[in-house]
C-alpha cells in the first residue's frame, strides 16, 4: 500500500514519468517566439522548444505572430501617410 501512495505522490510532481518532456505552455510558447523573433532567446530555452513533444504549437504560434507583425506594420504605414 506504500508503494501505490509514493507512485500518486511523485506522479502529483512530475506527471509525464515516461520521459517524455511535457507539453509547453502558451506563455512559456509566446515568449520563445518572441525571443527568438528578436534575436534574444538562450541556448537553454531553444533546446528546451526543440525537445518539446511536438513543433506544432510553436509553428503555430510563429506564423500567428509573423501575420500579425507585417499586417501591424502595414497598418502602421498606412497611418503615417494618412497624416501627411
Known amino acids: 500500500m506504500t508503494d501505490t501512495s509514493?507512485?500518486?505522490d511523485a506522479r502529483k510532481h512530475d506527471p509525464?514519468?515516461?520521459g517524455r518532456p511535457s507539453r509547453p505552455g502558451v506563455l512559456k510558447?509566446?515568449?520563445?517566439?518572441l525571443a527568438g523573433a528578436f534575436g534574444v532567446?538562450?541556448?537553454?530555452?531553444?533546446?528546451?522548444?526543440?525537445?518539446?513533444?511536438?513543433?506544432?504549437?510553436?509553428?503555430?504560434a510563429g506564423v500567428l505572430f509573423t501575420v500579425s507583425f507585417?499586417?501591424?506594420?502595414?497598418l502602421i504605414v498606412q497611418v503615417v501617410l494618412a497624416g501627411q
Open 6 to 8: 509514493e507512485r500518486d
Open 16 to 18: 509525464d514519468r515516461s
Open 29 to 33: 510558447i509566446m515568449q520563445s517566439i
Open 41 to 60: 532567446q538562450s541556448d537553454k530555452r531553444r533546446q528546451e522548444d526543440f525537445a518539446s513533444q511536438s513543433p506544432w504549437p510553436y509553428i503555430i
Open 70 to 74: 507585417v499586417v501591424g506594420l502595414i
